[in-house]
């Protein structure tokens, strides 16, 4: 099983970016797949999670700026940032959790400059 998320970068506050995570290997629609983020000296946190079945949710810290979304069809997820903020500077992680598994990508950096 193969996790990879692209689409990180450099980008100002108030700007956007769009992460995507795809995974091989794997029988993506059956799974949730989950976004975390870890910035320096800090804990990892879960940024958003979005279920199998379409359902999603968010971290009160991006409500109402971060949108996931999935594409089936082509094992990939995405995690839509807008009106990003210097606070949103981390390692964006994708994770796809299972009763027996538990795959990790290797990470996107993110860092948004005031």
């Known amino acids: 099983v193969q996790v990879v998320e692209s689409g990180g970068g450099l980008v100002q506050a108030g700007g956007s970016l769009r992460l995507s995570c795809a995974a091989s290997?794997?029988?993506?629609?059956?799974?949730?797949v989950k976004w975390h983020r870890q910035a320096p000296g800090k804990q990892r946190e879960l940024v958003a999670v979005?279920?199998?079945?379409?359902?999603?949710h968010y971290a009160d810290s991006v409500k109402g700026r971060f949108t996931i979304s999935r594409d089936n069809a082509n094992n990939t997820v995405y995690l839509q940032m807008n009106s990003l903020k210097p606070e949103d500077t981390a390692v964006y992680y994708c994770?796809?959790?299972?009763?027996?598994?538990?795959?990790w990508g290797q990470g996107t950096q993110v860092t948004v400059s005031s």
């Open positions: 994770n796809i959790p299972g009763g027996r598994y538990d795959y």
């Open positions: 290997g794997i029988i993506f629609s059956i799974n949730d």
């Open positions: 979005i279920s199998n079945d379409g359902r999603t």
